[in-house]
């Protein structure tokens, strides 16, 4: 157990050794070993049990960290200006997916009202039961107006036409594992001892896309990385049903060859725990954030590959700031307690060493010309 961290309450860590109970039953009944991304997907969403699925408080000051969408408004309603004007090309409805507490569809329904561009339909796609009674709370309080026009779906909508959006849900989907080593690629899963804790073990790489991608690291030896099979196929699937408008994705990651560079030896994988981060994803499972940062390189060409063009790669910072984030702030009325939150949120949003440069946003889209707010300058497409 990483020392530093605070000690969960006894409530909390007899639901994580319900879900270590759950999760040890899974590992015995597929034969004593589980991928790390069928490990993480229970870790995070088995349900009732996983970090998602359960109650505890996960976003902002009293949960486990921050959104963009959770530190200010003025987030939503400057990427409200892309969503509008990809919108007002091709027609058709929002859909977001993973949208937390809801934050960030408060904000972009009332950034798209200023515009009048507000949709028919404000589509919410959520895999946790629970956020999305969080999320339906949230609307009702902050964006009544609009809640007779937002859908909660089960599933991917066919031949959809608009926007599709995602802060911060690429990196929450189930990574696998890879090390490579000078005996060659092996694939590190999760196995248990008799009732004792889960520990990595490696197996060699079967699956031929890891195989593919483990290939591509650098020859180190001992080098640990992460592959997502997950982000590709979910770009896949929803280039798929998007028969005129675009995807845009906010979250931490990198072009391929800043992902898989060799002083990058450790991977990305990250868990959060109130707001301490740590690399040990067996640490009280339930109880953590596990995260891995996201290769863009892979978004681009799962979308390219599925025939949408590459619309805008660019960092947070310069995308926020090119669509407009400090008007929003200037209209806000100078000195009251709301501006100097703002001034203090924006800030963590557009400084490099926070939250500007790490993050990274991505559009990719079928059928759109117009030139989006937020990707006419610091076109970072090249490093992809
Ligand atoms: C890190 S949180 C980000 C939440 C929110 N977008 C924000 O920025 O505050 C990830 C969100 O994605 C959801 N999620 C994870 N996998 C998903 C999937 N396959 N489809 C839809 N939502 C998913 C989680 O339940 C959670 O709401």
């Known amino acids: ?46 349900p009732g049990l996983g970090y998602y699925a359960a109650g505890s408080t996960k976003f902002g000051a009293a949960g486990d960290f921050v959104t963009a969408p959770g530190l200010t408004p003025l987030f939503g309603q400057t990427v409200a200006r892309t969503v509008a004007a990809v919108l007002a090309e ?15 569809a408060v904000d972009l329904l009332h950034g798209l009202a200023d515009l009048e561009a507000v949709p028919q339909r404000y589509y919410i796609l959520e895999v946790s039961a629970e956020l999305r009674a969080r999320q339906q709370a949230r609307l009702a309080e902050y964006a009544s107006r609009w809640l007779d026009r937002v859908v909660w779906l089960e599933t991917l909508p066919t031949a959809f ?9 690429l990196d929450a989907l189930p990574v696998d594992s890879v090390h490579r080593c000078a005996e060659g690629l092996f694939e590190r899963g999760v196995s248990v ?18 195989q593919k991608l483990g290939g591509l690291f ?6 640990v990385s992460e592959i997502s099979l997950a982000v590709p196929a979910l770009i896949r699937s929803l280039a ?5 408008g675009a995807l845009l994705f906010f979250d931490y990651g990198f072009p391929r060859a800043e ?31 596990i995260t891995a940062h996201v290769d863009f390189s892979a978004v681009a060409e799962a979308g390219e590959e599925a025939g949408l063009d590459l619309l805008g790669y660019t960092s947070q910072g310069a995308y926020l700031l090119q669509a407009g984030l400090l008007d929003q702030l200037a209209a806000l009325e100078l000195g009251t307690p709301t501006y100097l939150r703002a001034v203090v949120a924006v800030q963590r949003l557009l400084q490099p060493h926070e939250m500007g440069e790490l993050f990274k946003v991505i559009a990719l889209g079928r059928g759109v010309n117009a030139a989006l707010p937020g990707f006419s300058g610091n076109d970072r497409r090249h490093a992809l």
């Not at 091709?90 to 960030?104: D, F």
């Not at 798929?240 to 005129?244: A, S, V, Y």
Request: with cysteine; net charge negative.
């Open 240 to 244: 798929g049903e998007l028969k005129r």
């Open 193 to 210: 001892a008799d009732n004792g804790p889960f520990v990595w073990a490696d197996q060699p790489v079967s699956n031929t896309d890891l």
């Open 259 to 289: 992902f898989y560079h060799p002083q990058r030896a450790q991977g990305t994988l990250m868990c959060h725990y109130r707001h301490h981060s740590h690399t040990d994803p067996f640490w009280l499972p339930g109880l953590n954030d």
């Open 1 to 46: 157990m990483p020392s530093t961290l605070p000690v969960p309450d006894p409530a909390a860590l007899a639901h994580s050794e319900q879900l270590r109970v759950h999760i040890a039953e899974a590992i015995r009944a597929a034969g004593g070993w589980l991928p790390f991304s069928s490990y993480m997907a229970l870790a995070l969403y088995a």
């Open 90 to 104: 091709t027609g058709g409805e929002v859909l977001e997916l993973g949208a937390g507490e809801g934050h960030l």
């Open 161 to 169: 036409t608009g926007v599709i959006l995602g802060n911060e849900l």
């Open 218 to 223: 650098p020859a180190v030896d001992g080098y």
